[in-house]
């Protein structure tokens, strides 16, 4: 069984808002420093977001002001809010704890398949 089930992907024109969900059926989220990894066809695997124990966020600068990282403690849930989409922000989108890196976009088996976040003009 993966450690993290990602959810929320999905097609929306430039401009758009998503909102994707990575929940931890078999630990807790607030124990870990996570973060939302992409990587897109033929590109290395790069950190998007992450968010610490205490609820501090740090971001890309790809994508700051763009996209919200938070933490639903309640729900054992991590959210990636994505608004203001551009082309360029088509992945394969992962969330993974922060000691795992880029390797994240790899290994699927272990920690998740991630989902497809797919931007058109």
């Known amino acids: 069984e993966a450690q993290l089930v990602e959810s929320g992907g999905g097609s929306v024109q430039a401009g758009g808002s998503l909102k994707l969900s990575c929940t931890a059926p078999?630990?807790?989220?607030?124990?870990?420093?996570i973060g939302w990894y992409r990587q897109a066809a033929g590109n290395k695997c790069e950190l998007v977001a992450d968010?610490?124990?205490?609820?501090?966020?740090d971001y890309a600068d790809f994508v700051k002001g763009r996209f919200t990282i938070s933490r639903d403690s309640a729900k054992n849930t991590v959210y990636l809010q994505m608004n203001d989409l551009e082309v360029a922000d088509t992945a394969a989108y992962y969330c993974?704890?922060?000691?795992?890196?880029?390797?994240?976009?790899?290994?699927?088996?272990?920690w998740g398949p991630g989902v497809q976040v797919t931007v058109f003009s």
């Open positions: 078999t630990f807790t989220l607030d124990d870990i420093h």
């Open positions: 993974g704890p922060l000691w795992i890196g880029p390797s994240r976009c790899r290994r699927t088996n272990q």
């Open positions: 968010l610490t124990h205490d609820g501090t966020a």
